[in-house]
């Protein structure tokens, strides 16, 4: 289940929302336990016991570290710690990384040992970071264990973040999982906030995605600069839509039920750096790994070499984190290389710029994130690399403006992709910027709020609009994946 879907939008969460705030306070954990469960059964009801094997496996851990601390016993603190790490990264590694490793031996020594073809349980990157930093604060000293093995099911199950985040740490919320303070401000913002973020996932996201499979559908032979050019354009809008459309929903359904989650993105594509970039983008994932690996293995501490080196191991295994597939690696290779150029010099030579040129910042960068994107893409690396190549090959570029050959010209293709992908380029472009977020507070000032803090009947009435656009669509439309489920 999606939350995109008419399922979700006209039957789960109406049901799930109505019956919650009918239950006493008490039982509301218990709920939406059993809520978020049902969610997440939808579509793979075995990898239940996953899950709630990782669930019952890290409550007792934490329940542990606390017991031993009181005992005064580091040693064994320690012992669960380990013992948790190695646990959720063996389920992580089994499930999603085992076919990978089989087939990368196949490869290397021509070897023919068969694939487990194993299916991927959806959101156990996500779901395993969380419960993993969970035990690493206890261990810490930075949080209680929960002592309500309810309580705690419900905060690694929760529906909103399950699927693809944000990564939600317990200790931003420990509080509210406790006790939550639900009052009718909240769920109206939460709605607006999950409104926004269905209109990005149906109204541009999706057609996005629909332009760049048709873009990627051309045969290679036929795939010019331009072509190359479009499809990095709206995959970028597309990856950007679809997630940060994904987690304003999970953030507003948390407001909803009175949670708070983190942000996730910050207008990511508006940055003057790649170090800049990886600063918006995907915030959550970004802050786990520089608290739970960069800054353990030194950071910036230990001198330059050192530091290299921590960057090294932090992209390998971002880029790993995000799929079982040498591209994955090699993009997160990719970002290393990048910050490592920017560390050393580029940061310098940006600074330098006059603030009015500082577009050509944002430009470099974008450019290098679109080529970024490519390798994102395409699970083939000799693909990806023919995709880059083209878009830097004059002779590509020149075969995208040919007029010979008819109506199976390079310039009847191009005009035929710029036509059917212009209205959202423009309208990307332009959304994945500060700029209607600006415009539309400085109208929403002078619309009528009801107290301090709530919402405006222009934010109520964009609201009605963009999920009613948002149902339309989708009553219409077969086309309504989400990109990051297969993280």
Known sequence: ????????????????????YICPGKFRNLFLFIASLAFYAWGEPVYIFIMLFSTVFDYVNGRLIEHFRAQERQRAMKTVLVVSIVGNLSILGFFKYTDFFISSINHITGSSIGLLNIALPIGISFYTFQTMSY????????????????????????????????????????????????NASDIALGIYRFSIGLAKKVLIANKAGEIYNYVI???????????????????????????????????????????????????????KSITEFWRRWHMTLGSWFREYLYIPLGGNRRGLARQILNLLIVWSLTGLWHGASWNFVLWGLYYFVLLFIEKIFMLRVFTKLPQRLSFIRVLVTMVLVMIGWILFSHTDISEAWMYIEKLFSPSAWAAGFSAAGGNASGLYSTLYALRGSAAVMIVGIIGATSLPHRWFAKIDAHSKRHGQGQISDLQMLLSFILITLSIIILVSAGFNPFLYFRF
Not at 1 to 20: G, H, N, Q, R
Not at 165 to 177: F, H, L, M, Q
């Open 1 to 20: 289940m999606v939350f995109s879907s008419m399922v979700f939008l006209c039957i789960f969460l109406p049901a799930v929302f109505i019956i919650y």
């Open 135 to 182: 035990t690493i604060d206890v261990y810490r000293g930075e949080l209680h264990a929960q002592k309500n093995i309810i309580s705690f099911g419900m905060y690694v199950c929760l529906f909103p973040q399950l699927i693809a985040g944000p990564i939600v740490r317990y200790r931003d919320i420990a509080a509210e999982v406790d006790k939550r303070h639900e």
């Open 217 to 271: 559908a051309t045969h290679d032979d036929n795939l010019t600069g331009p072509l190359v050019l479009i499809s990095a354009i709206v995959y970028s809008i597309q990856i950007y839509f679809d997630f940060s459309g994904y987690s304003d929903m999970a953030i507003g359904l948390g407001r909803m039920f009175g949670f708070h989650f983190p942000e996730n993105f910050d207008h990511p594509y508006e940055s």
